[in-house]
């Protein structure tokens, strides 16, 4: 009679170990928990939750834990947005590249090639002004301009934005005051090295930063041919 009680004893303590496991955060370490929630990129208040009952079934420090959880994400967020400023910014440069080379040199000096650093909120003048300024070298004289280069993915809808509002003002603001014409080119799809549409816009002929499509026709330029400064005209084609 001994041993039979004593196996369903054993079988009823057997299931009650087994019911323990499953219902017990220990079912999961607090590794698998941390692991998961980083793969996830956020910490809600389940996981939250599960990870303090699973840091406390170890003997664990759940605070520590989930403040470190806490940093990890954050620099992970951070690195994610540094990422996408760079590619932006190689997109923009690669472009810049592009539409200099345009310019023979023979005939154009560079004058200022502007560069985008900053720190809270501190920036050199030329941040604020077009890309680049140069000169056509002619006869002996010299004769000034700049652009603004801008190239898009391909846009959605119907119209085509190339700055903000204060942008376009700067650029007018820097016209005016240097006494020489600016000029937006803009280049449409393909690569930033290698636009699959190519148009030179006159600051002078824009009211507002953004152009609907059926506009640009008569500013587009073959995107293989060099561009040409006629100082008379102040124009760039």
């Keep these: 009679m001994l041993p039979i009680t004593l196996i369903i004893l054993g079988g009823i303590l057997l299931i009650a170990g087994i019911v323990l496991l499953l219902k017990s955060p220990k079912s999961e370490s607090l590794n698998q928990v941390i692991l998961a929630v980083k793969a996830d990129g956020i910490m809600t208040p389940k996981e939250e939750k599960l990870i303090r009952e699973v840091a406390q079934s170890e003997g664990k420090n ?3 834990a989930i403040a470190q959880i806490r940093k990890e994400l954050e620099e992970s967020e951070e690195g994610s947005e540094t990422e996408l400023i760079d590619v ?3 997109a923009g440069l690669d472009f810049e590249k592009f539409v200099v080379q345009k310019f023979d040199r023979k005939y154009f000096d560079i004058r200022n090639w ?3 650093k900053f720190v809270e909120g501190r920036y050199a003048d030329t941040t604020t002004q077009p890309d680049v300024q140069l000169s056509l070298k002619l006869r002996g004289n010299s004769y000034p301009f700049a652009v603004e280069c ?3 993915n ?6 085509v934005r190339f700055a ?8 007018k603001t820097f016209g005016q005051r240097e006494n020489y014409p ?3 080119v803009l280049g449409i ?3 930033p090295s290698d636009p699959a549409e190519l148009y030179i816009i006159p600051l002078l002929d824009l009211n507002k930063p953004i152009l609907h499509r059926g506009a640009l026709g008569k500013y587009r330029k073959k995107v293989d041919s060099d561009f040409f400064f006629d100082q008379e005209l102040n124009n760039l084609r």
């Design 62 to 64: 759940a605070d520590a």
């Design 88 to 90: 932006n910014q190689k």
């Design 114 to 116: 502007a560069g985008d």
């Design 150 to 152: 801008k190239w898009r």
């Design 154 to 159: 391909q846009p959605k809808g119907e119209f």
């Design 164 to 171: 903000n509002d204060g942008q376009l003002e700067r650029y």
């Design 182 to 184: 600016v000029f937006i």
């Design 189 to 191: 799809g393909g690569k």
